[in-house]
């Protein structure tokens, strides 16, 4: 399973994040959370995503997508705030065409929030970060 480096927001160090884990991760020199920005694909979504006991952000984007690249910095901001209560997984769709199919993806960007395994809520389309932190924090609130 591959990890990806994240930085640490408290003190900056780079800290290696893994695609699944118990827990959340927290920085290897202060301790602070950090944000677990991970990629998945068709192999890996199920234990990255829907195996995760920290509620997921799901971006369904695509490389080609203007609007992907563009909201992308939000997403990872949003991430960073929430890090610890929320866990952003990206998926390539044209490179993970089984989940584009399965999540019948009609438009890049498409955003998820899976808990406990299911899908909570979904839109399609970019906005600002706090717009979309308020959608994370409302979607968790309201899902059972």
Do not use: Y
Not at 17 to 40: E, F, L, N, Q, Y
């Amino acid at each position: 399973m591959a990890s990806n480096i994240v930085a640490c927001p408290q003190c900056g160090k780079r800290n290696r994040v893994p695609g699944a884990a118990k827990g959340t991760p927290a920085c290897g020199s202060c301790g602070a959370r950090v944000p677990w920005i991970v990629d998945a694909g068709d192999d890996t979504f199920a234990e990255v995503a829907e195996g995760s006991s920290t509620p997921v952000l799901v971006d369904l984007w695509a490389q080609w997508c203007q609007p992907c690249r563009a909201v992308s910095p939000a997403l990872e901001q949003v991430a960073t705030e929430l890090a610890g209560t929320v866990k952003l997984v990206k998926v390539d769709v044209d490179v993970a065409p089984g989940l584009s199919q399965r999540f019948e993806v009609r438009a890049v960007p498409t955003l998820m929030i899976i808990k406990d395994g299911k899908v909570v809520a979904r839109q399609s389309g970019g906005a600002p970060a706090a717009t979309l932190r308020r959608w994370v924090e409302q979607s968790l609130a309201t899902a059972t």
